[in-house]
């Protein structure tokens, strides 16, 4: 577990020098293989739990900024970082399928 953890770290630390917060959440909440849906949204569908997704997901939205709100009945986390707005959604769409989407923007630009 330490391992992981250790590598969830440098893996953080990494892509923080870029600023890419929506890769960082889909790389950290189980390796979700990402792909752009628009110029500012990534999204992802992976056979995690909807619950072990939506610790991770929260977890490493606290570590990266601010939540501002969470809902995990809905799926929906707003949150900042730096001045960056993010927002991540979780929907399942089988019983062993969950699909991860992030949306970033800073100054209502996107920002991925």
């Known amino acids: 577990m330490k391992k992981i953890g250790s590598l969830i770290l440098v893996i953080l630390?990494?892509?923080n020098l870029c600023g890419c917060v929506p890769l960082i959440i889909g790389v950290?909440?189980?390796g979700v293989t990402m792909y752009a849906v628009s110029k500012d949204t990534i999204q992802g569908d992976t056979?995690?739990?909807?619950?072990?997704l939506w610790d991770a997901a929260v977890r490493v939205?606290?570590?990266r900024g601010s939540i501002k709100n969470?809902?995990?009945r809905m799926g929906t986390i707003d949150m900042t970082a730096?001045?960056?707005r993010v927002w991540v959604r979780l929907s399942r769409i089988t019983?062993?399928?969950t699909r991860l989407r992030v949306s970033a923007r800073k100054y209502r630009m996107?920002?991925?």
């Open 47 to 52: 056979d995690k739990s909807y619950e072990a």
């Open 95 to 97: 019983r062993a399928t």
């Open 110 to 112: 996107p920002n991925i």
């Open 70 to 72: 969470q809902d995990e």
């Open 28 to 30: 950290a909440v189980g």
């Open 61 to 63: 939205c606290r570590i």
């Open 13 to 15: 630390l990494g892509l």
């Open 82 to 84: 730096d001045s960056t």
